[in-house]
């Protein structure tokens, strides 16, 4: 048996309808409006009472402050039940009327709506349709377009996008709010970074010594959108307000986005209640792209800009800057400009010729040492033993792999690469990096570890 508040078919003599108009009279309706504006109750097969609410903090709330209250209730009411439980269940429950006109009122006089839509303020470049999706990106991606598409109605409530510098976080909350604005999914959003907020906030405090005045600031707010919260580190007051409004915003539905440059739970001096709030919503990361998400990003960009641009010429720069999306667009600016002032096609030998010192640097840096000390990290051992005159298996194998490595991503001749590993043969070398080709195919533990440490060497700036 389900008993409805407040859906559209229910009927306004529905026992737990029955039920609020009581409670409401009860606590008042503020708190009513709060706590119970979205709740259901289902009588289940056990007999248990369950009373469903939008989320596991609703549920404990509610259990905790008025447990006793629904149990007197519903016993005066002469609703049957054996137990009574508190169950989070996701259902739309914007749909959810106001259960009587005097309560409708009531939230109107509370709440004043103050449609205030700040146009303009997104970066016009920022848009869904100019993100390119990729393998690392992609989850990051559905969730942020859900939650513009839908704000405060998906379980992606806070929404936390986090990841290495240049590779699109910005991009995509900018696309949320852009597009939340223009299709008209939220009425007034707000955008601003971490540090924005942490100065407004001090702003607030130092000259009208008053911090619910702050507050009023985003009471109608519809879609929160803060970027780089890694900055409120350390701030224990600001992180106290944030944590305020944030609340307060998540139990009225409010969508929240946040972005951070790395595990929200790796941010130094950060409350532990902001962090354990974020698990009641969607943490997703983005990765670096890979070659062929590089390729794609640089078509793209070409052909915002109608530039043409030759086929190698993408090759060529996805296949060298591979450390993130910002550089990789740096060097496309780069030839944008001096094809521009030259007159010059932008052909692979002018690519070659201006982006030589960007990869110059990192062929610098991925260095046969470098080169050694990761893959002796990756297998536990001390870089030394790679060049020392073991024999062991568990030093052999990953004296190999470094060698298979050196090959592959440095332009050391196998001599060079030899003596760098405790002054062996180039013939110990080159048979090395054949054999670890060779098995590579079909062992899948090592086949990881590669790809693993690949990932590293290609994210070097
Ligand atoms: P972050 O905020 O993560 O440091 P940004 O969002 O500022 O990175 O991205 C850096 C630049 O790279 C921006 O110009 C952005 O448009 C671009 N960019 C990043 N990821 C993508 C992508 N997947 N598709 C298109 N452009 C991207
Ligand atoms: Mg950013």
Same mark, same amino acid.
């Given at each position: 048996m389900l008993i409805s %508040?407040? =859906? !559209?078919?229910?009927?306004? %003599?529905s026992p737990w309808h029955y039920c609020l108009q009581k409670i409401h009279d009860k606590i008042g309706a503020h708190s009513f409006e709060t706590w119970f504006r979205a709740t259901d109750l289902l009588i289940d097969g056990t007999g248990t009472a369950q009373v469903q609410v939008p989320n596991r903090f609703f549920a404990d709330f509610i259990e905790e402050h008025f447990a006793d209250l629904i149990r007197e209730t519903l016993q005066n009411a002469e609703i049957e039940f054996a137990a009574l439980a508190f169950i989070p269940v996701q259902k739309d429950w914007k749909v959810i009327e106001p259960i009587s006109e005097e309560i409708a009122e009531a939230r109107t006089k509370e709440v004043p709506?103050?449609?205030e839509k700040k146009r303009? !303020?997104?970066?016009?470049?920022?848009r869904y349709d100019t993100f390119v999706i990729g393998e690392g990106n992609r989850m990051a991606h559905a969730a942020s377009l859900a939650v513009a598409e839908a704000p405060g109605k =998906? $379980?992606?409530?806070p929404l936390v996008i986090y990841g290495g510098t240049g590779l699109g976080k910005t991009h995509l909350l900018q696309a949320i709010g852009h597009y939340a604005q223009t299709e008209g999914t939220a009425d007034h959003v707000i955008y601003m970074t971490s540090e924005e907020f942490t100065n407004q906030y001090i702003n607030y405090v130092v000259h009208?010594?008053?911090s619910t005045s702050f507050y009023k600031k985003f009471r109608s707010v519809d879609l929160l959108l803060i970027d780089d919260? !890694?900055?409120? $580190?350390?701030k224990v007051g600001t992180q106290k307000e944030f944590f305020r409004i944030f609340n307060r915003l998540l139990l009225e539905n409010k969508q929240i986005v946040l972005s951070s #440059?790395? !595990?929200?739970?790796?941010?130094? #001096?950060?409350m532990d209640h902001i962090i354990n709030r974020f698990m009641g919503g969607l943490i997703t990361d983005i990765q670096p792209p890979n070659l062929e998400t590089r390729m794609a990003i640089l078509r793209k960009k070409a052909e915002i800009d109608g530039l043409a641009l030759p086929e190698e010429v993408v090759q060529f720069i996805a296949g060298h800057i591979t450390s993130n999306v910002r550089e990789l667009e740096g060097s496309l600016i780069k030839l944008i400009a001096s094809s521009s002032f =030259?007159?010059? #096609?932008? =052909?692979l030998e002018v690519a070659q010729e201006l982006c030589g010192d960007a990869i110059a640097r990192k062929e610098e840096r991925i260095s046969v040492k470098y080169l050694q000390e990761i893959t002796a990290e990756a297998y536990g051992i001390s870089p030394n033993q790679l060049t020392a005159h073991t024999r062991k298996r568990d030093v052999t194998l990953p004296r190999s792999v470094a060698m298979y490595l050196c090959k592959k991503w440095t332009k050391q001749s196998l001599r060079s690469i030899g003596l760098e590993f405790?002054?062996? #043969?180039y013939s110990t070398v080159l048979h090395s990096f054949r054999k670890i080709g060779a098995e590579l195919e079909n062992n899948v533990e090592l086949k990881e570890k590669i790809i693993m440490l690949e990932g590293l060497i290609e994210s070097v700036p």
């Open positions: %508040s407040a =859906t !559209q078919n229910c009927s306004l %003599s709506v103050v449609v303009g !303020q997104f970066h016009p470049n920022y =998906t $379980s992606f409530n009208k010594k008053d919260i !890694q900055f409120f $580190s350390g #440059d790395r !595990q929200p739970e790796k941010i130094p #001096d950060m =030259t007159g010059r #096609d932008i =052909t405790g002054g062996r #043969d």
